[in-house]
């Protein structure tokens, strides 16, 4: 190689991104996915043995789905061919698929065709692949950030394999970060930067599992100190770089659990702004707007339930609305929902229920289904009394008609006493009614009173 090829060699390397250097070169130096690409793992067997499948790999951004594709390529020696969805249609897959079938006339070589963002592909696009993926002419790693229940058709799905690649963890990022300030030949090594650890953890927290992202705000900061005498990164400069402040929190730490704890107790005691205020503290700091959602879909039933059992459909569809927006305008799916759960009436009283059911549960073990409310579905089951008995309830007024439905050990027994509030207040007297028509047919007044 003569000195002007050295030269443009060097100028297209440094006008790379640093995310795009640091791309591992061989699969030992993968960080992550261990439990995907680890000693023992089919996939780790599958690359070794140069025995690969075809495979979709899901997962979030910057998780690592490129680098593996082209760590999988070099290690088996396969001619690799790379496509987005985003840019290409039909004809871009048409020309692919011949030059498989010159590799495999010419150089006796299989093709990796790795799809990026496959599921913006339409169904007669992914079409185009089923015959190739069948053949065996082409092995197919398809990468994508949807579901591919949803987003990838079902014959295509079924001669595939998918793989999930998680977010990176804390360490992870860590080990990464770290490896591009060390690394002279691809990384930052040759600029001697010193970076303090409550910068380096400041990007890891912004990246959010996000190798891609916390590279790319490494390489921000470090050209903000470029040419400085000491070349030290400290918080004060990433922050800058990101123009995002850096708060007192910790998603691993006390101050996560607590701000999910203010964040829950101000929903449970009815007041909007505690819960708005917690929110944003929480979405300002990097926290996980799915975590915050879980919470509140577990809050919508442990201390809403029945008392608005609309509450549950607005907290799972702000989860749904999230991830179709994303950030920034989704945090208003979760602002619409933190206030609709704190403005709602409060009842624990399913929280309550199913933990006396538990409790009876561990003490009574499996009891036996009362036989008038067991399957019949055969002449035997018939003799054996199953079934023998049971009212249908439509037969009857009001759809209701008094039966145990619980096993005669617990016979009388309540488990959900609903409260006055909300809807909760319509449940208890229609439950009400119920047990005064049973109590008047039993000539008892203590059919189900038990827990009331």
């Not at 793989?163 to 060390?182: D, F, N, Q, T, W």
Request: glycine share 8%; aromatic share 8%; proline share 5%.
């Amino acid at each position: 190689m003569d000195l002007f090829d050295q030269q443009e060699k060097e100028t297209k390397k440094m006008g790379r991104p640093l995310a795009d250097r640091m791309r591992p070169e061989i699969l030992e130096d993968f960080e992550g996915q261990v439990r995907l690409i680890g000693p023992d793992s089919l996939l780790r067997h599958a690359i070794d043995e140069d025995n690969l499948f075809s495979m979709i790999f899901w997962g979030p951004p910057g998780s690592g789905k490129t680098t593996l594709a082209r760590l999988i390529a070099n290690k088996t020696k396969s001619h690799f061919e790379i496509i987005s969805a985003v840019l290409s249609g039909v004809k871009e897959i048409k020309s692919v698929i011949e030059e498989a079938k010159s590799q495999v006339r010419y150089h006796r070589k299989r093709t990796i065709l790795f799809v990026d963002e496959i599921h913006r592909f339409n169904k007669a696009q992914q079409d185009a692949f089923l015959p190739h993926v069948e053949s065996g002419l082409i092995t197919l790693l398809g990468a994508t950030t949807e579901n591919p229940s949803f987003e990838v058709i079902s014959p295509l799905l079924s001669r595939t394999r998918v793989m999930v690649l998680e977010p990176y963890s804390h360490e992870e990022l860590g080990a990464i970060l770290k490896r591009a300030i060390r690394d002279k030949e691809r990384g930052l090594g040759t600029l001697s930067l010193a970076v303090d650890n409550d910068a380096l953890n400041h990007i890891i927290w912004a990246a959010d599992g996000d190798a891609r992202t916390a590279l790319n705000n490494l390489e921000a900061a470090a050209a903000l100190v470029a040419g400085l005498p000491d070349g030290r990164i400290i918080l004060a400069t990433v922050e800058e770089a990101l123009q995002k402040k850096a708060l007192q929190y910790d998603k691993k730490g006390e101050g996560h659990y607590n701000l999910i704890s203010a964040l829950h107790k101000s929903l449970r005691g009815s007041d909007p702004d505690a819960a708005l205020y917690w929110l944003g503290r929480m979405l300002e700091a990097g926290e996980d707007p799915l975590f915050i959602l879980r919470r509140m879909i577990i809050f919508a039933s442990e201390d809403v339930g029945n008392a608005d059992p609309a509450a549950l459909g607005i907290a799972v569809s702000a989860m749904q609305a999230f991830q179709f927006i994303g950030l920034p305008e989704g945090d208003l799916a979760l602002a619409q929902a933190a206030v609709y759960l704190a403005t709602a009436p409060k009842s624990n009283a399913l929280y309550a229920g199913l933990g006396r059911v538990k409790g009876d549960i561990s003490k009574t073990g499996s009891l036996p289904v009362p036989l008038h409310i067991r399957n019949a579905p055969t002449k035997l089951m018939k003799d054996l009394g199953y079934g023998k008995g049971y009212k249908y309830a439509h037969d009857f007024p009001d759809a209701h008609v008094p039966q145990e439905y619980l096993p005669e050990k617990l016979k009388d027994q309540t488990y959900y006493s609903p409260t006055n509030r909300g809807y909760e207040k319509i449940i208890k007297d229609r439950i009400e009614k119920w047990y005064s028509i049973r109590r008047k047919l039993s000539g008892s007044g203590k059919a189900r009173e038990g827990n009331r």
